[in-house]
């Protein structure tokens, strides 16, 4: 069945096309007035052909497509989520709609992002990319473009100068190694899950630096590279375990791969945390229902994604606006999966 016309509307409305277009626009009451009686009869004509208007019409007429895309990097990263859900609600609450774009951790998915906002077919773009470096100039391009654009994530600013929110994870990391420390530990062994060696690197440098502000000298062989699935975590501690001595708790980049840490940790008969410490970064909501429950840094996921598109739509109402770097606080949660060192 063909889909219904404004010119349908107007026959059975008994109205022009162009008093149509007034209505369903939304200007009527403006320069040209319409009768209420009028804009009733064209609204259930309408509904009654099932008419709704053509956004990409509507968004060449206007330049304004009231879409706004944020890439996802990794679908089932639940940290991601939690990012998205916060920017999904500050977008819808601007009248706009958030189109996710999956990049699986690709280059060349990242760039057609970049595409799509360079050809207008997005207002705005959210962007966590797996290495910024690879998109040098056509982050320049956007840059020189004014476009609306936030990059999410610890990078280096000189790339571009662009509108970014950096978690707090230098921050977050600190906090964490001083809390084992604290305890006692001191051979800490660090997961490091990513797609890329510059992504969540942050973390990596925080861990050597606070061990040897410490006095600890770093072991290489504490630290163990992994993918980025729960699987892949579960393979790698078991790596781990193996080893003597063996370490006497376990940082993981992320909370979905503590998860399988902590399955490791107890199908290998040890005891979390009297055998060994496990930690993780994010704060997912499954962190806090994990037997026993998981100590991690808090970096305020749903709020990054409302302070991204708060950037967005700043941009787009002043798009020479100076730019803008907003580093996240963060805060250890403590949970029952850090403990004091074996023996202490």
């Known amino acids: 069945m063909e889909r219904p016309k404004q010119a349908d509307v107007a026959k059975l409305a008994g109205v022009s096309r162009a008093t149509v277009s007034y209505v369903l626009s939304g200007r009527a009451g403006g320069a040209i007035a319409v009768a209420d009686e009028t804009r009733e009869r064209i609204l ?26 944020a890439t ?33 951790l690709q280059y060349e998915n990242e760039r057609g992002a970049i595409q799509q906002l360079l050809r207008r077919r997005l207002d705005g773009l959210l962007m966590t990319l797996t290495n910024a470096e690879q998109h040098h100039e056509d982050l320049k391009t956007l840059a020189r473009r004014h476009s609306p654009v936030v990059i999410l994530g610890d990078y280096d600013h000189t790339i571009a ?11 977050g990391a600190a906090q964490l190694m001083t809390h084992l420390l604290a305890l006692g ?17 942050e973390r990596l440098d925080t861990y050597f630096n ?73 704060d997912i909501d499954l962190a806090r229902f994990t037997v026993p429950a998981l100590t991690t840094v808090k970096v305020m996921s749903d709020e990054i ?39 202490r």
């Not at 500050?90 to 706009?96: E, I, K, S």
């Not at 530990?185 to 690197?201: C, D, M, N, Q």
């Open 72 to 104: 996802c990097p990794d679908l089932g990263n639940p940290h991601m989520w939690e990012i998205l859900h916060g920017a999904d609600m500050a977008t819808r609450a601007q009248g706009y709609d958030l189109n996710i774009i999956s990049t699986h």
């Open 161 to 171: 100068d662009l509108d970014t929110v950096t978690p707090g994870h230098r921050e």
């Open 185 to 201: 530990h001191r051979r800490i062994s660090f997961l490091y899950g990513v797609a890329s060696e510059s992504f969540g690197r």
């Open 305 to 343: 994604g409302q302070r991204a598109v708060a950037l967005i739509f700043d941009r787009l109402k002043d798009p020479n606006r100076p730019t803008q770097q907003i580093t996240m606080p963060a805060q250890l949660a403590i949970r029952v999966s850090t403990g004091p060192v074996p023996g």
């Open 210 to 282: 606070t061990l040897r502000a410490a006095g600890v000298q770093p072991d290489d062989q504490l630290i163990e590279v992994c993918g980025v699935t729960t699987a892949q975590a579960y393979a790698a501690v078991q790596r781990i375990l193996a080893r003597t001595p063996r370490p006497t708790a376990i940082v993981a980049i992320n909370d979905q791969l503590a998860i399988g840490v902590l399955r490791a940790v107890a199908d290998a008969g040890l005891r979390v945390p009297d055998d060994i410490s496990v930690a993780g970064f994010d």
């Open 44 to 69: 259930a004509a309408a509904a009654e052909l099932g008419y709704v208007p053509d956004a990409g019409a509507q968004s060449l007429k206007s330049g304004v497509t009231r879409m706004i895309g």
